[in-house]
Every structure is written in C-alpha cells, then in structure tokens.
C-alpha cells in the first residue's frame, strides 16, 4: 500500500511503499538543528519536534500583520508592529484623535489643540483653534485704521 507523508521540516511530499513505524521513529530521533540556523537560530533538538519548534522560531519570516508591506523575523516583528510600523495606530498628544501613525505629520500641521506661536509674532502662543479669535480681539501686532478716522495705519499696541 502506499502512503503519502509530508516532511516535518521542508514539507515536501514524499510517498512510502511499505510504512515501517521502527524506522520512523528512528528517524524522527535523529538531531537537528533548526532549518534557519543561517538566520542565527541555536536550536537543537530531535527531528521529530522540528516543526513544532518551527511554531514558536523567532526567525521565521512573517509579513506586517498592519499591512505595511514588510517581512521581517518574528522576534523582530513585534518591536516593529509596535514601534515603527507606519500603520500602527497612534494617539495625537494634543487632541487625542487616533490615527495612523503615517498621517501624524499631516495632521500635527492643523491639529487644532496643537499650541502654536502667534502667526503676527506677538510672543503669544495658543491652541491652533484660539488663533482668530487672538488675531481678531487680542494681538497687539494687529495693524488697524485709527478710528478717529485720520487714516493712520497702526498696530493695536501703538
């Protein structure tokens, strides 16, 4: 009778004639190493259990579970989700607003609870939203018409 069976280690196909348990589990005793010791894996253990540690191997490749396009190693893949991952989900330290953290940058430039320095440089510095309302009541570097109607241009604090 013949029997397919698939390597525990490279998965490939293989078909046994006459299924003789003896000699796999001899076989399945044998030492190894892991398959990615060229990626730095120290793992010896015996043939039979290579796919479970294959499991677990922090140097097995695996794709940004954020969809960011990169492979990294397990082990270095969590950092990366976490930490650098463009797509991660971030939270703005001005207004709270999740987003990605690709899209900080853009939205920091109109965060509206962002504090910023007075666009006129009168020294003030307030929440983006706040701007017109200094501009339009407060900042002293604001150039107005004397309202006594001599047609002098002056800044509020003149």
């Not at 525990?8 to 003896?22: G, Y």
Request: proline letters at 3%; aromatic letters at 2%; hydrophobic letters at 30%.
């Amino acid at each position: 009778r013949v029997v397919e069976k698939f390597c525990s280690c490279c998965k490939e196909k293989s078909q046994q004639t006459h299924p003789n348990l003896e000699m796999d589990n001899m076989i399945l005793s044998f030492e190894c190493s892991c398959p990615l010791i060229t990626r730095g894996c120290e793992w010896l253990g015996v043939l039979g259990s290579c796919e479970e540690h294959l499991d677990m191997c922090g140097y097995v490749l695996e794709a940004c579970k954020l969809r960011c396009g990169v492979v990294l190693q397990r082990d270095e893949l969590k950092v990366h989700e976490k930490e650098k991952c463009p797509q991660r989900i971030v939270e703005c330290k001005h207004c709270r607003k999740e987003l990605k953290s690709c899209e900080l940058a853009t939205h920091l430039e109109m965060c509206p609870k962002m504090e910023v320095s007075c666009e006129l440089k009168c020294g003030k510095r307030l929440c983006r939203e706040n701007i017109p309302q200094h501009l339009k009541q407060e900042c002293g570097m604001v150039v107005e018409t004397c309202k006594l109607g001599c047609g002098v241009k002056m800044t509020r604090d003149e």
